[in-house]
Every structure is written in C-alpha cells, then in structure tokens.
C-alpha cells in the first residue's frame, strides 16, 4: 500500500514538473551595457519575476564593448538575447535586417500608446523609418549628454569676484558655449585647496562612439546638418558647412585649451573618474551618472550642479543618447519577451524605475508635478530631452560611425589637418558608404 | 632482420584488415594515410585562402550576408594602394618594427653578453629580467597606460625628477610625437628579455678553445668580440630578429590596450587598422584585399630573411 502511494507521488511529481514549464517559466535573457542603471534593472525585474514565473538573466557588456559584442550577436542570427536594450541607432538595422520584430501590433494589442511616452524618446529609440508610425523597441532608458559642474567652487566668493573682474559676468550655469569655455578656461591648471585643477573633461575617445558623442554637442549648435533636410543624404554643405567647421573648431579649441593633461581617449567612465576625484570644474557626460554624482561622498549633494547642453550661434541642441527595449526575432521565447515589454510599459513600473536611478521615458512620470523637484538633475533632465538630437541611425551605423570617429579624433585630438579638411573627407567617407548601400 | 619484423607485423595484423589491403600498393596505402590530412589542410587552410582571394575582388560584407555581392575586379587593390590613410599605418607599423627591433637587438645582446660573464646572482637576474616576457600583453598594455598618466604616473614622475620638468608637462600616450615612442618603450621593455635568451643561449654555444686559441694568438678582447662572438652569435641574433619582427607585424593587444590605436592615427599598426576594416566598418571584401597585400608583403619579406639567414648558418 506504502509502495503505491509513493509510486502515485512520484507519478504526481513528474507529471506536475512536465507541465509546469509549459504554462510558465521560460527563461529570458535580456542584453544591455554594463552600467549603473543595468543593476538598477536587475532590481527592477524581480518584480517580474515574482509576478510571471519567468526567470531572468542579464548579459551585459562594457560599453567600449556594447556595440561591437551585440551587433556581431545580432548579424549572426545569436539567440543569447531575447530582448535587446540596443543604442538608439541600431534601430534601423535591427528593423531593415529582421534583427528586431516590429510591435505594432502587440502595441495596439495591449494598449501600449506611443503617445503615452516622450516625444524625441519614440522618434530616437523606436521609429523606422523616422517620423513613420513603425515601432521596433519601446522606450527604455532616456538619456542625453549634460554637464554637471562643482557648484561649491562656482560659489567660493574669491573665485566669484575674480571671474566677474575677468569676464564680467558672474562665474555662473553658462549660457552659451562660447560662456562654457570661459568657464573652463578660468579653471584650467587653478590651484583650489592645494590642488592643480583642470577646466573640463569632454569625449575624447577613440576607439568606440566617444569623441563622436562629444563633438556633436557642439557641431550641432554651430549649424552641422546630417543631410540637406529637403535631400536626403545630399551631405556636401551640410556636414562640412561653415557652421559645421566652427563648431569643429571650438571643440578642439576647447580640448586644446582647457582639459586635463591626458585626456586624448577620454569617455563616460574617465570622466567620471576625472569629476569625483576633483580634477575638474565641468563634465560632459550622459545623464545616467547624475545620481551617482548625486549621492557620491566626494562631490554630491550640494556640491554639484547639473545644466543642459548651452546653445550656440547655430541652436540649441543636445545629443541623444538611452536606449529602447526590444524583441529579439531569433529569441526561442518572443512571448515572455513581449510579457516583459508590457510589464515594463506599466506605469507604475516606470515610477519605480525612476526611483531606483533609471530614467524613464514615460510622460506620466516626467510630467508628474513632483517630478522636477523630485531629484537636484530632474529639471535638468527635463530640459535636456527636450533639445535632443542625435547621430544617423541608418542600417549602415556602424560605417559611418567609424569615419566620423576617425575624421574628429585626427583633427581635435592629433591636430593633422584643418577642421574643413576633416569634415570634407567625412563627405567623402559618408558618401561612400551611402553609395555602397545603394542609397546615392 | 627486417624481414622478420615485417613477418611479425603481417601476423599480429587482424585477418579481415589483412584481407581489405591485400593487393593495395605501397602508394594506395600511403594515400589512404595521408588524405584526412590534406582534407584538414586543405578545409583551415587552402580554402580560406582561396576564399579570401576571391572575396577580395568583390564588394562583401559579412554584415549583410543577403546582400548582392558584385565582383569589382582589382578595386579593392586600386583603393588600398592609393588609400593615403593605409600608407600612414604602414609608416606607423615600419617605425615601430625598425625601432623596437633595433632597440632589443641591442640591449637584449649587451643583457646576454653581461649575464654570460660569471658573476655572484647570475641566475636570480636572469630570473628577474625574463620577469616582463611572463606577463600577459594586454596586462602589461593596461598597466603602462598607468605608469604614462600625466598626473599620476609614475614614468611621468621618473622623467620628471631627473629633467627637472612638470611631470604633467608631457603625455606619452596622448601626444602625437610621443606615442609611437610610447609603444616602442613597452614592447621593448617586455621583449627584450626573449632577445637575451636566444643571445645567451648563442655565447654559451660557443667553445672555450676558440677563445683560448684566440688568447694564444694574442688578439684583443675587441678583436675576439668582432671575430668571434659576433658571427657565431649572428645566426641566433637573426633567428630571434625574424621571430620578433613576425610577432611585432603582427602586434595587436598591447598597442590596442595602451594607445588604441591613437592619437590620431599615430599608433594605429597594420594588424589594427585591418581589425577596424573588417569587423568594425565590416568591409569584407576590401579588408580580404589588404590581408592578401600583407600577407604577400610579409611572406616576401620573410623569404627572403630566411635565405640570408641559411647562407649565414653555412658559413
């Protein structure tokens, strides 16, 4: 009698193992850079867990790394992700090469509204073409490129009375680039509490996207277009207009003048670096590492200020950065992907997402009357995304990300030629590449 | 004797086997060995070759494995040759192979010639000068981009206190004049302990009797070092110039981990700008162009160093 009892148990078990992995369970893999939001995530998705019965792991990768270890992972059909938080300009080739599957219709399935999210978020992470109602990710992550400076030195009253004699102005938030190197130039090589101290640290890198990150803030606000607006790209004019050339300028004259000795292959972590051990009055950097400037020993609280890009003599721009969130086509699990991609659009979620330092690109959370106020770099943010702009997002990214670095890096950092010199040969390197995808 | 041993072998050989080569040649049997060798050969070796030479006269790009691929003839060729971008890296790889060579030739021959001489921890500084060449290229990359710093290395510091100067005055890494000589540095300092081992091992082949023959004919030490340390060393000095100019031809991970490749252009090597063509702008075809350009260039070169190198060993 014993026996049967435990052969039914047993019987019971395996039939309840067998079926239970059916209903639920599927393993997920979600791939990302490794940053401080990426952790932020991994708290974020136990909620998920909990409440789906799916499990989740994380693939994330450092991000002089990102694009190189996850575009090969998507050219090769790879299935390690099922849901890809990729840089925003991957969206045209993960759309045009079928890495990504289009939402659309689980969008309009489940009530998901573009609408419902910041503007330059769904144009920048989940539209392709741009500007068409066609969405391959959900916006996961808005960021964009700020800068955040030693308030506590901007309001020592010697320094105060000494720029006011120098510029004639108060040493104050700049207003313009043009104030922002001032500012940098004032700081460069001061000696502030028995420290040699450095004007700014700005995108010098090489190797990845970083220099391209960092000019653009300034090529964009001195006139730079990607393509003739009315001609796509038709790049001669546009790219290396005058405008182009002086914003190309004034970055290297920045670097030139008023960055820390050693800092030719400088990007998001070196600066960083460079902020909190006191090096610098100014950082240029993404927004993701405000809360950590925030809540850093050294530096935080009152001690720094954010502000946005400043404008230039061309506009008033920012670039881009953050990320959308989406659905591997070769992922042997696209429905507990697509679970994840509705749990994560919740509101709540993204309220919650905001306080553990990942920054949400839902309206109701930015427009939240709370929400300036709710953390020093919020307004801040606020008024950066609404100035965004950002790099090709074409099929084609990575080749012309490329030249782009190499065009700036030779010019800005090693000096070979002139600024005109460097974006003409960007024309050329541009129009190749486009020629070669058949587009010219 | 020979026959009996065959006889052994044709007994302990299993009948059916027997049976199934029966009647195959000595030929046939031999081919039967050696085919799933040249089939290896042939599938890692020879068809990638083949592979890559037919790539490089069309427009592939392994990120697009569904697109047209069109055969342009030698354009990728015409590109490289006339690509003033390429020369460049050519001119950076020449500098560093020249220097670096001449710099451990040098010091590596002087590092044997002292440790050849018998004095009292022989052996604990032979240990510690291998020391560098134990370490891990990409190790020694990340820690030297520290040892440069400006502000904090202490290269900088080093320099510093024995010109008087502002350590922060200069930056190995991230000046244009400097950073080749900044790779040279490294490279030398970590592979100049292999030069010391070949060279060593060089002098300690030579013959006492010939040096005591020498002293018998009353030659000067400078005399015995020309005529006969340097040409029975030169055979090994040579073995270890081709060993560390194919190794620095190709030199990837230590110069990618110290300088990336920049500023600029100024420490971007060959192995690193062909890296960049073909798995980051993905121009396959044009990348398979300029390995088959180099490939011809180093097996040239190579060839012709190994003749001179026999024609000294049969001297």
Not at chain 1, 368 to 380: E, K, N, V
Request: charge should be negative; glycine fraction near 8%.
């Amino acid at each position: 009698m014993k026996f049967k009892r435990l052969t039914t148990a047993i019987s019971a078990a395996c039939v309840a193992a067998t079926l239970a992995p059916t209903a639920h369970a599927d393993d997920l893999t979600l791939c990302w850079a490794a940053w401080d939001p990426a952790n932020a995530l991994i708290e974020l998705s136990k909620d998920f867990e909990g409440k789906s019965g799916h499990n989740m792991s994380f693939e994330f990768v450092p991000w002089p790394n990102f694009a190189d270890r996850m575009l090969n992972e998507l050219n090769s059909g790879g299935k390690l992700c099922d849901l890809m938080i990729g840089d925003s300009q991957w969206i045209g080739l993960g759309a045009e090469a079928g890495h990504y599957i289009k939402l659309n219709d689980f969008f309009d399935a489940n009530n998901i509204s573009m609408g419902d999210f910041i503007p330059a978020t769904v144009t920048g992470y989940s539209e392709w073409p741009k500007g068409t109602p066609n969405y391959w990710a959900l916006p996961a992550f808005g960021d964009v490129v700020g800068w955040t400076y030693r308030k506590d030195w901007f309001n020592r009253a010697d320094l105060k009375s000494e720029f006011k004699g120098k510029y004639g102005r108060e040493l104050d938030v700049p207003n313009s680039l043009a104030e922002l190197k001032d500012i940098a130039e004032f700081f460069q090589g001061r000696e502030i509490d028995g420290k040699t101290v450095y004007g700014a640290a700005i995108y010098t890198e090489r190797g990845s996207e970083g220099i391209t990150m960092g000019v653009t803030n300034a090529l964009y606000n001195f006139g730079f277009e990607y393509n003739n607006p009315n001609k796509p790209y038709d790049l001669d004019g546009f790219v290396n207009s005058d405008g182009a050339v002086a914003g190309l300028e004034y970055y290297k004259a920045l670097y030139d003048c008023c960055t820390p000795p050693g800092s030719s292959d400088w990007y998001m972590s070196e600066n960083i670096d460079a902020y909190k051990s006191g090096q610098v009055a100014l950082q240029m950097n993404f927004a993701f590492i405000w809360p950590g400037v925030h809540a850093d020993s050294n530096v935080g609280g009152d001690k720094s200020g954010y502000f946005p890009n400043p404008a230039g003599p061309g506009g008033h721009f920012a670039q881009l950065g953050g990320q959308g969130i989406s659905v591997v086509s070769y992922s042997d699990s696209k429905d507990a992907a697509l679970e994840y991609i509705k749990w994560f659009a919740q509101p709540e979620i993204q309220k919650q997402w905001w306080e553990l330092g990942g920054y949400s690109a839902l309206r109701a959370v930015v427009e939240d009357p709370g929400f300036a106020s709710s953390q020093p770099y919020a307004q801040t943010f606020l008024d950066s995304m609404a100035i965004v702009k950002d790099f090709w997002a074409e099929p084609s990214y990575a080749s012309l990300l490329l030249p782009m670095q190499d065009r700036v890096h030779k010019y800005v950092i090693a000096g070979e030629g002139t600024a005109k010199e460097a974006l003409d040969a960007l024309v050329d390197d541009w129009t190749e590449v486009f020629e070669d995808e058949g587009k010219l | 004797m020979a026959n009996g041993i065959i006889e052994r072998a044709a007994k302990s050989t299993p009948a059916p086997f027997a049976r199934k080569i029966k009647g195959l040649s000595d030929r046939a049997i031999a081919w039967i060995f050696i085919t799933p060798t040249i089939i290896i050969l042939l599938a890692v070796n020879i068809f990638p070759l083949i592979w890559t030479i037919w790539l490089s006269f069309t427009n592939y790009k392994a990120n697009r494995p569904n697109a047209d691929v069109k055969w342009i003839g030698l354009r990728n060729y015409e590109r490289i040759l006339t690509d003033s971008d390429i020369w460049l890296t050519m001119q950076a790889t020449a500098h560093f192979l020249i220097w670096t060579l001449v710099l451990q030739v040098l010091i590596g021959f002087a590092l044997a010639w002292l440790i050849n001489q018998k004095f009292k921890g022989n052996d604990l500084w032979t240990t510690i000068i291998v020391l560098p060449m134990m370490l891990s290229p990409a190790v020694v990359g990340n820690f030297w981009t520290f040892l440069y710093q400006p502000q904090i290395g202490l290269f900088n510091y080093v320099f510093a206190f024995l010109t008087q100067s502002d350590p922060t005055s200069f930056s190995m890494i991230g000046d244009v004049a400097l950073a080749p000589w900044s790779i040279v540095i490294v490279d030398t300092w970590m592979w100049t302990p292999f030069v010391m081992l070949i060279c060593l091992a060089g002098l300690r082949s030579i013959p006492d009797y010939i040096y005591e023959a020498a002293e018998c004919d009353r030659a000067s030490k400078w005399r015995q070092f020309w005529t006969i340390t340097v040409p029975m060393v030169l055979p090994f000095l040579m073995l270890a110039v081709l060993f560390r100019g194919i190794e620095n031809f190709k030199m990837f991970d230590l110069v990618v981990q110290l300088t990336g490749g920049g500023p600029g252009s100024t420490t971007e090597l060959t192995s690193i700008n062909l890296k960049r063509e073909a798995f980051e702008k993905w121009r396959t075809g044009y990348s398979s162009a300029y390995a088959i350009i180099l490939f011809v260039t180093v097996f040239g070169l190579a060839s012709i160093y190994v003749k001179a190198l026999n024609k000294v060993k049969e001297r």
